[in-house]
């Protein structure tokens, strides 16, 4: 049985207005300039509630600029970006190789950064792709469901506490549903290019008649509501925020290996502003990779150093290989693959 | 140095220019060598990787339930993200059917030979891209499949190496020419350095130097020096050849001469009428003239021989000015004048008796001729730091200041001398026979007192 959870918090405003195409919007927020200006239109996955400040911090520095956002999933930013064309100023989005497939076929702009020097190599991909975040993909769980048990530490500890305690976790263990989620898909992809343990895991899920989710918000929300015991693979970054307020939600990052997602953005072809969208990209490679920071970014402090003091941290990098799961055949087989695992009859 | 030289070009000039040329060119070969290499090897390393991803893409390539079926393997693609961050497009084509990735990726025509991998150079999205295909057969269950797998990569990553080689070639070349241009410079100089020396030699030597060159000279110029030699000793023979004729002549004139003025004298005596006497002693002062300049240009012959074959002993300059002195006294006695001699004991002097006597004699009979009767002529012998220096002087007119440079030429005479009897060769043979020893001659006029001062410097021995 398939228990799909479609977005609970949908603020659709202005949505009957901007969907001139199929693609779904989930937020849109205008941010107005102080100053008559320019409008820059970007289109995102990062919440709002989490990006605003970035955006703030923008308009302090640049007043007369209006920026009109918009929030969707990262398979919406994909579709409104390379099937419709969507005229956009800037795209940001977790989804990494989504957002390099649009570079590498040519629906995006080039950006020569003055502030490129401030990264590292590996953060951008050509002058197209500007990471400016590191974030983690977690293990998070609800501390009073795991009362008296062990808290795995590794895929392998988690596998066997799921598998020794089914009544405790039978339709309590959420994770992405892939086919919806681009962030969900690339987590997914990258877990199962470095190991095996992927596959166990996705059937242990599927046997507890896993709850499958457009996003981490969502399994957030529902660990503190009681809905789930566990979420496998939720942006550590959005939890983090949601831990400070409720003490029952705990955080693992697993010791067999952890994936590091880098959130970035680009310049779309059809961009009407792509002048003020750079400086934006400037700002936001500014905030991130500056050594001194900036006190309204709200991501997890960035580690320079490619090879993580942490081995067991693995960073995504940005390039052509993340095109290889995105291939239609490979993506299909995946898929499938995917679903014979986690959904069980 | 040139002066009188007809002057067409410079071999010096020519052959640094030439140099010049050929750096420039090989300058030009090296930095389109180094880049036709570098592009090629820049060319092979991309179709390298292409052709391994290619493989590797094709290697996943199996039948599964009937359907050709390809796994992309992650390495497939990021290998080539690895070496640069140029865009990557592939597509797999099983029987000519499109499979997967991009479809409209241009279409490698099949190569003639046997080669499994073929490349072409093309544009696809805007961009100039690189392209390798592969094909394998696989077996199915209806026939054999033909799958082709296509991977193309932009070129960006390898133009930015060629510009990066192309600045450093250009860097070389340059270097390169700069450092054969220095050495054509040097090259040039060291090939004209033999012509400089031949010419510096040559332009040394002293007027009566007339001596074959000795020194060793490179083989392109020994035609030049040869002809130089034979030119020389032609010369030397053609002027030996007129100094005998001058001797042999003046010789051949003076002892008529001698007759014809014994004969004069007589015929003066036995005349009585003054028109005659006076005609008669022009006549012998005419032949006085003759005489002289015939015995001057016979002691210049002398002279010039000698010069060439000095018998040299050492010789008290005083004792040489006392003899020569005594034999002149008569001829000054004569004319109403006196000859004194006034020095200190000199140091010796290394030279041909002979020649140093006849010298001092002409300047000697020029002194006497040019001093006011009744005056002195007279000789000092002094030494000035390593010279010894004899000089004469009179209390004739003096030299004009305007003549003093010339008057040691041939037959060259003041302008003060026009109404008396000379040839003009004494203060020539005493300057050559001055040199000939090393030391050289003085003219001046007296201060304070009327007279010519005449003063051979001769070195020490």
């Known amino acids: 049985m398939r228990i799909l959870l479609f977005p609970s918090v949908l603020i659709m405003l202005l949505a009957s207005l901007l969907s001139v195409g199929a693609y779904e919007i989930e937020q849109h927020k205008v941010f107005p300039a102080p100053q008559e200006g320019a409008n820059l239109r970007i289109i995102s996955n990062s919440d709002i509630d989490i990006f605003s400040p970035m955006v703030e911090a923008f308009q302090r520095k640049y007043p007369s600029v209006s920026i009109d956002y918009t929030v969707v999933s990262s398979t919406e930013l994909m579709t409104a970006l390379y099937d419709e064309k969507q005229v956009f100023d800037v795209a940001i989005s977790s989804a990494m190789d989504l957002q390099v497939k649009l570079a590498n076929d040519g629906f995006t702009l080039p950006h020569n950064s003055p502030v490129a020097g401030l990264m590292p190599d590996w953060a951008r991909w050509r002058n197209h792709v500007f990471a400016f975040t590191q974030e983690p993909a977690s293990v998070v769980y609800s501390k009073s469901a795991f009362a008296g048990l062990e808290v795995p530490t590794s895929r392998q500890n988690l596998i066997s506490t799921l598998r020794n305690h089914p009544e405790r976790f039978l339709n309590k263990v959420g994770t992405y549903d892939i086919r919806q989620s681009g962030l969900g898909f690339l987590f997914a992809t990258q877990d199962a290019r470095t190991s095996d343990t992927f596959w166990r895991l996705n059937e242990v899920m599927g046997s507890l008649n896993a709850r499958l989710y457009c996003c981490s918000a969502d399994m957030i929300s529902d660990i503190t509501k009681g809905n789930l015991a566990i979420a496998y693979n939720v942006l550590g970054s959005y939890a983090s925020a949601r831990a400070a307020s409720d003490p029952d939600i705990g955080i693992l990052e697993l010791e067999d290996f952890t994936t590091l997602m880098l959130r970035s953005a680009i310049i779309p072809a059809g961009a009407e502003q792509p002048e003020i969208a750079g400086t934006f990209i400037d700002h936001l490679i500014t905030a991130s990779w500056s050594e001194e920071g900036a006190d309204y970014y709200p991501y997890p402090k960035l580690n320079r150093n490619e090879i993580a003091p942490n081995l067991s941290l693995r960073a995504i990098r940005l390039g052509p290989g993340l095109l290889v799961y995105q291939d239609n055949l490979k993506r299909q087989h995946f898929l499938q693959e995917w679903q014979n695992a986690i959904i069980q009859q | 140095m040139n002066s009188g030289a007809n002057i067409s070009g410079s071999i010096r000039r020519r052959l640094t220019l030439q140099l010049l040329g050929i750096a420039a060119v090989l300058a030009a070969l090296l930095f389109v060598m180094v880049m036709t290499y570098a592009k090629q090897v820049a060319e092979e390393s991309q179709d390298n990787i292409l052709s391994a991803s290619a493989t590797s893409i094709l290697d996943s390539a199996a039948i599964q339930s009937g359907e050709v079926t390809v796994d992309i393997p992650y390495s497939a693609l990021s290998m080539l993200g690895n070496v640069s961050d140029d865009r990557v497009f592939y597509r797999v084509v099983v029987n000519g059917k499109y499979l997967t990735g991009y479809e409209s990726l241009p279409i490698a025509k099949a190569s003639k030979g046997q080669d499994s991998h073929r490349f072409i150079t093309s544009h696809y999205l805007g961009e100039s891209i690189r392209m390798v295909s592969a094909t394998r057969r696989l077996s199915n269950a209806s026939g054999p499949v033909e799958v082709t797998v296509s991977v193309a990569q932009t070129l960006k990553r390898q133009r930015e190496t060629l510009e990066r080689i192309s600045a450093n070639a250009a860097y070389l070349g340059f270097g390169f020419f700069i450092a054969a241009a220095v050495l054509g410079v040097l090259t040039a100089q060291s090939a004209v350095r033999p012509v400089q020396t031949l010419a510096n030699s040559v332009s040394k030597r002293g007027p009566q130097d007339l001596r074959a060159v000795q020194a060793p000279v490179p083989g392109e110029m020994a035609p030049l020096v040869v ?225 010519a001062c005449v003063s051979f410097y001769f070195p020490q021995s």
């Open chain 2, 227 to 451: 002809a130089l030699n034979r030119f020389m000793a032609r010369l030397k023979k053609s002027l030996t050849r007129s100094e005998e004729f001058i001797a042999e002549a003046a010789h051949r004139i003076r002892t008529p001469l001698a007759v014809l003025r014994t004969q004069a004298e007589i015929a003066l005596r036995r005349v009585e009428r003054p028109e005659n006497r006076a005609a008669l002693k022009e006549m012998i002062r005419a032949i006085d003239e003759s005489s002289r300049a015939a015995g001057q240009l016979l002691d210049h012959a002398m002279v010039s021989f000698r010069t060439d074959h000095l018998e040299v002993k050492d010789i008290n300059l005083l004792d040489l000015a006392e003899e020569t002195l005594e034999r002149l006294r008569p001829l000054a006695e004569m004319q109403d004048k006196t000859l004194s001699l006034h020095g200190d004991e000199p140091p010796p002097i290394s030279g041909d008796a002979i020649l140093i006597q006849n010298a001092l004699s002409n300047i000697l009979d020029n002194a006497i001729k040019y001093a006011p009767k009744g005056e002195d002529v007279q000789v000092i012998v002094t030494h000035e730091d390593d010279w010894v220096v004899l000089s004469v002087y009179d209390q004739g007119p003096g030299f004009a200041p305007e003549d003093i440079d010339q008057l040691t030429e041939r037959f060259s005479r003041g302008k003060n001398a026009e109404d008396t009897v000379g040839s003009g060769l004494g203060l020539t043979i005493a300057e050559e026979v001055t040199q000939a020893h090393g030391g050289h001659l003085k003219l001046s006029n007296r201060t304070n007192v009327r007279g």
